[in-house]
């Protein structure tokens, strides 16, 4: 009996395409926020986009690859927004987790954390929420949908 994460073509091609996908996205959103200072996060960001870009390729995209009918562009765009609220929601739990190391939310209330959680994600959704942005995320999650689509209609 297969394991349900036996490895296959499509989840090898996704988790790579994934991975430069997300790694491109650093260096996308670094461009377009310059007032943001991000490139002293470089490389912290570099680690977290690519560690989402490879276990999303392997255990999302890859796996329903061989399951979905057509050319994968639906698959990309499934994948992009995917990933695009993980992102969001790992910053922004980054965040929360620095705000507690820093001893910023002492003697606060457990709920003030998530609150504190949910508003670095508006923060993080209004810097990101630029057209041009959002219309490159969406582009290289469809490229990464068809390029595994591809692949799993060769190899599997």
């Not at 200072?37 to 390729?57: A, C, M, Q, S």
């Not at 609150?115 to 290289?140: D, H, R």
């Not at 068809?146 to 692949?151: E, K, L, P």
Request: charged share 15%; with cysteine.
């Amino acid at each position: 009996m297969a394991s349900r994460s036996m490895p296959t073509g499509a989840r090898l091609v996704a988790s790579i395409a994934a991975l430069f996908s997300c790694i491109a996205m650093v260096y996308v959103v670094i461009a377009y926020l310059p007032d943001q200072n991000l490139e002293r996060r470089e490389t912290p960001l570099l680690w977290l986009f690519g560690l989402v870009g490879i276990l999303h390729g392997w255990y999302g995209l890859g796996k329903r690859a061989g399951a979905e009918a057509g050319t994968g562009i639906f698959l990309g765009v499934r994948s992009a927004v995917t990933v695009f609220i993980w992102l969001i929601f790992l910053l922004s739990l980054w965040q929360v987790i620095q705000d507690i190391i820093a001893r910023r939310l002492v003697g606060s209330e457990p709920m003030v954390a998530i609150q504190e959680l949910l508003n670095y994600a508006g923060e993080y959704l209004s810097l990101v929420a630029n057209p041009t942005l959002l219309g490159i995320f969406l582009g290289t999650g469809i490229f990464c949908g068809i390029v595994t689509r591809m692949a799993a209609r060769r190899w599997d």
